[in-house]
């Protein structure tokens, strides 16, 4: 994997779909999951994720990113279990705490949505170039500075992460103690933030001199040093994920 990304490449049919129908599905998936909130249907979508993780060969790769935000799920399960307004059926208790059927519900709700939102956007980051797809939301007449930010922020968490590499290496290198029990990685990481940190405003930094000295801010029109890509089958994806949105809509109105 690109220290410099998240994506994974890959020979696989995913991997060759145009970004913005991966954009398309992130938004389509998510947006479906609260047209349809029952629990069967956010299931049915998110087998579909997960299924599209195994066909572009990436789903090992998305287990960390899962794992994320297993935190916020936990968090999700025992908010709404034992303090959701609505509980009224006791399913346990703990001591003078009474868990509820109604909150759990609510609680399985919430936590499959989030698992489709980070499932759909590890479908995109994980199979998808960012410069591929930056650059394609350029062509279609999004801004280069908001394309550059997209870039700069999809790039954030990798840098700093092979920042943070090379500097336990320098650490390590100086007889600094970084590997050991649960205490000694504690009293090792804070000395790693501050030059973590100060290195990637100077990334920042360097790299808008660059972007300036490449006439960044020049309002002549762009042009792109690599060649448009050919998607096959682009709009009838496109137009299958929009009708099962639609259909989504009508079965919810009148279903």
């Known amino acids: 994997m690109n220290t410099m990304t998240l994506y994974v490449k890959r020979n696989s049919p995913i991997h060759r779909l145009d970004p913005l129908v991966k954009l398309l599905y992130v938004a389509a998936s998510i947006t479906l999951t609260y047209i349809l909130p029952e629990p069967v249907y956010i299931g049915g979508i998110l087998f579909v994720?997960?299924?599209?993780?195994?066909?572009?060969?990436?789903?090992?790769?998305?287990?960390?990113?899962?794992?994320?935000?297993?935190?916020?799920?936990?968090?999700?399960?025992i908010v709404q279990g034992f303090f959701h307004p609505d509980n009224v059926t006791e399913l346990f208790a703990i001591g003078p705490l009474i868990f509820y059927e109604e909150g759990l519900y609510v609680a399985l709700v919430l936590v499959m949505r989030v698992l489709v939102m980070v499932g759909a956007f590890s479908v995109l980051i994980l199979t998808t170039a960012t410069d591929e797809m930056v650059e394609r939301l350029i062509k279609k007449g999004m801004s280069p500075k908001i394309g550059h930010v997209i870039l700069s922020v999809l790039q954030l968490i990798p840098q700093m992460r092979?920042?943070?590499?090379?500097?336990?290496?320098?650490?390590?290198?100086?007889?600094?103690?970084?590997?050991?029990?649960?205490?000694?990685?504690?009293?090792?990481?804070?000395?790693?933030?501050?030059?973590?940190?100060?290195?990637?405003?100077?990334?920042?930094?360097?790299?808008?001199?660059?972007?300036?000295?490449?006439?960044?801010?020049?309002?002549?029109k762009k042009t792109f040093l690599n060649e448009a890509k050919q998607y096959p089958h682009n709009?009838?994806?496109?137009?299958l994920i929009v009708l099962v949105v639609i259909l989504g809509i009508v079965w919810r109105l009148f279903g």
């Open 49 to 77: 994720t997960f299924l599209l993780l195994i066909i572009g060969k990436v789903f090992r790769n998305s287990l960390p990113i899962v794992t994320l935000s297993m935190f916020l799920i936990f968090s999700l399960v």
């Open 162 to 220: 092979a920042t943070m590499g090379k500097i336990t290496d320098a650490q390590r290198s100086r007889g600094v103690e970084t590997e050991g029990d649960l205490l000694t990685r504690v009293k090792a990481f804070f000395p790693l933030i501050g030059p973590v940190v100060l290195n990637s405003l100077n990334e920042t930094k360097e790299r808008s001199i660059a972007l300036e000295m490449r006439g960044f801010d020049s309002s002549m």
């Open 235 to 239: 709009k009838l994806i496109a137009g």
